[in-house]
């Protein structure tokens, strides 16, 4: 009976629970929307640094990481290949070497990570082919080609099929110094990381890195750095934690462990979906308190009347409870059946910033947002619609059951 009266109740005056509900969709939508979207933009980050800069997996010699100089090289490299190769998860690997040096042109020199790589292998690790916006992405074909960022570029003033110089040190300590051609030009997005790397291949950059007494190492034996990409990522920390076992010299880490604001960002996803939700149930509280005081306040007379011929005030506390119960359950599908319709398409589409490229380049993100969404999130707003109308509610239902039945039927 109370249920009955609670339902009939919220429509007496139809506007007014048509806008509750309709506010309480929109707010739904947009808790929704707020946090796809910045879910999308967390894993933009998270997904461009992933792909262009630390790969999934990266494996190096201890001492490399701490030095970070050219001697310390991966010790035994075709059997550490080998071994990641084999190890079962791992969907591609990249050996590459790295030298930190000195990129110039007639028109200026940049400080810059030099890293040689394999072309075919590196493509299957990184998103660099992809990125590689004009010429092509290096070949086996030609003597000393490089690849530079489009931002490099125009610092150094050079561009396809200009010469450029890269100095650095040997592993036994000299000055190198090489001429290179630019054969491609490549634009990831992230702005610092293109200012300061450039990619060469492997064989060119081994036979200058090897000194006379290494000479040996020289082409595909010299490498500091595997990177590895696997096929899920929810087993990351298993693979990594099997090669570390396998390959117990070397130091075994984790996208995370390299990049710890990654870790960071990727944690804070679930919170954000809490705060967009908190602030916007708290907006809803107040316009519910409004609307169903208003409604206590217009049925003085009533409520006073069904207290006297004998409905005790728990049972009108819980009829006010009810109708604000009420009000957010018929809202809450259509909340979130518009929020669930907008992630789906802007997930697919997504959605253009091409109007603050620059400023989201500059934090590794792309101008390209799709939206994003943990399926669990669709029933933590639930609940939170849920809970924000039983609170809302509350003061309501204490008003009405406050009403003494004499003074309440005598009300105009």
Same mark, same amino acid.
């Given at each position: 009976?109370?249920?009955?009266?609670?339902?009939?109740?919220?429509?007496?005056?139809? %506007?007014?629970?048509?806008?509750?509900?309709?506010?309480?969709?929109?707010?739904?939508?947009?808790?929704?929307?707020?946090?796809?979207?910045? %879910?999308?933009?967390?894993?933009?980050?998270?997904?461009?640094? /992933?792909?262009?800069? /630390?790969?999934?997996?990266?494996?190096?010699?201890?001492?490399?990481?701490?030095?970070?100089?050219?001697?310390?090289?991966?010790?035994?490299?075709?059997?550490?290949?080998?071994? =990641?190769?084999?190890?079962?998860?791992?969907?591609?690997?990249?050996?590459?070497?790295?030298?930190?040096?000195?990129?110039?042109?007639?028109?200026?020199?940049?400080?810059?990570?030099?890293?040689?790589?394999?072309?075919?292998?590196?493509?299957?690790?990184?998103?660099?082919?992809?990125?590689?916006?004009?010429?092509?992405?290096?070949?086996?074909?030609?003597?000393?080609?490089?690849? =530079?960022?489009?931002?490099?570029?125009?610092?150094?003033?050079?561009?396809?099929?200009?010469?450029?110089?890269?100095?650095?040190?040997?592993?036994?300590?000299?000055? $190198?110094?090489?001429?290179?051609?630019?054969?491609?030009?490549?634009?990831?997005?992230?702005?610092?990381?293109?200012?300061?790397?450039?990619?060469?291949?492997?064989?060119?950059?081994?036979?200058?890195?090897?000194?006379?007494?290494?000479?040996?190492?020289? @082409?595909?034996?010299?490498?500091?750095?595997?990177?590895?990409?696997?096929?899920?990522?929810?087993?990351?920390?298993?693979?990594?934690?099997?090669?570390?076992?396998?390959?117990?010299?070397?130091?075994?880490?984790?996208?995370?462990?390299?990049?710890?604001?990654?870790?960071?960002?990727?944690?804070?996803?679930?919170?954000?979906?809490?705060?967009?939700? $908190?602030?916007?149930?708290?907006?809803?509280?107040?316009?519910?308190?409004? %609307?169903?005081?208003?409604?206590?306040?217009?049925?003085?007379?009533?409520?006073?009347?069904?207290?006297?011929?004998?409905?005790?005030?728990?049972?009108?506390?819980?009829?006010?409870?009810?109708?604000?119960?009420?009000?957010?359950?018929?809202?809450?599908?259509?909340?979130?059946?518009?929020?669930?319709?907008?992630?789906?398409?802007?997930?697919?589409?997504?959605?253009?910033?091409?109007?603050?490229?620059?400023?989201?380049?500059?934090?590794?993100?792309?101008?390209?947002?799709?939206?994003?969404?943990? +399926?669990?999130?669709? @029933?933590?707003?639930?609940?939170?619609?849920?809970?924000?109308?039983?609170?809302?509610?509350?003061?309501?239902?204490?008003?009405?059951?406050?009403?003494? +039945?004499?003074?309440?039927?005598? %009300?105009?």
């Amino acid at each position: 009976m109370i249920l009955i009266m609670a339902w009939r109740n919220i429509w007496r005056s139809t %506007t007014r629970s048509l806008v509750v509900i309709g506010a309480i969709a929109v707010g739904i939508w947009a808790a929704l929307s707020l946090t796809g979207f910045a %879910t999308g933009m967390v894993k933009s980050y998270v997904n461009n640094a /992933v792909k262009n800069i /630390v790969s999934h997996i990266q494996v190096h010699q201890p001492e490399f990481l701490d030095e970070n100089e050219v001697k310390f090289n991966i010790p035994d490299v075709a059997e550490v290949e080998q071994a =990641i190769r084999s190890e079962e998860g791992v969907k591609s690997v990249s050996l590459r070497s790295i030298a930190n040096g000195m990129i110039s042109s007639s028109k200026g020199a940049r400080g810059v990570v030099i890293k040689g790589v394999v072309p075919e292998d590196e493509a299957r690790v990184s998103a660099l082919e992809e990125n590689t916006v004009e010429g092509e992405f290096l070949s086996e074909e030609g003597r000393n080609p490089i690849l =530079i960022s489009e931002e490099l570029g125009r610092k150094l003033n050079v561009g396809l099929r200009s010469k450029v110089v890269l100095n650095f040190q040997d592993r036994g300590g000299s000055i $190198t110094a090489a001429a290179f051609r630019v054969v491609g030009i490549f634009d990831t997005g992230n702005k610092p990381f293109d200012q300061s790397h450039v990619f060469v291949r492997r064989s060119d950059l081994n036979g200058l890195l090897a000194s006379p007494a290494d000479s040996a190492l020289a @082409g595909g034996a010299l490498a500091h750095e595997a990177a590895i990409m696997v096929n899920d990522i929810r087993n990351v920390d298993t693979i990594a934690f099997s090669l570390g076992a396998e390959l117990p010299n070397l130091k075994v880490q984790t996208y995370r462990e390299i990049s710890p604001d990654l870790e960071l960002y990727e944690g804070q996803i679930k919170n954000i979906s809490l705060i967009y939700l $908190t602030v916007i149930m708290l907006a809803l509280v107040f316009g519910i308190i409004n %609307t169903m005081l208003m409604a206590v306040l217009e049925r003085i007379k009533e409520l006073g009347m069904l207290m006297a011929i004998g409905m005790n005030k728990l049972r009108v506390f819980f009829m006010i409870v009810l109708e604000s119960v009420m009000l957010g359950l018929v809202a809450m599908p259509v909340g979130l059946l518009l929020g669930y319709i907008t992630i789906e398409y802007v997930g697919k589409n997504g959605i253009d910033m091409s109007m603050y490229a620059k400023g989201l380049e500059s934090f590794g993100m792309s101008s390209i947002i799709y939206f994003e969404l943990d +399926p669990g999130v669709y @029933g933590q707003v639930a609940i939170g619609v849920f809970l924000t109308a039983v609170l809302a509610s509350i003061y309501p239902a204490l008003k009405a059951i406050r009403l003494r +039945p004499v003074e309440a039927l005598r %009300t105009l």
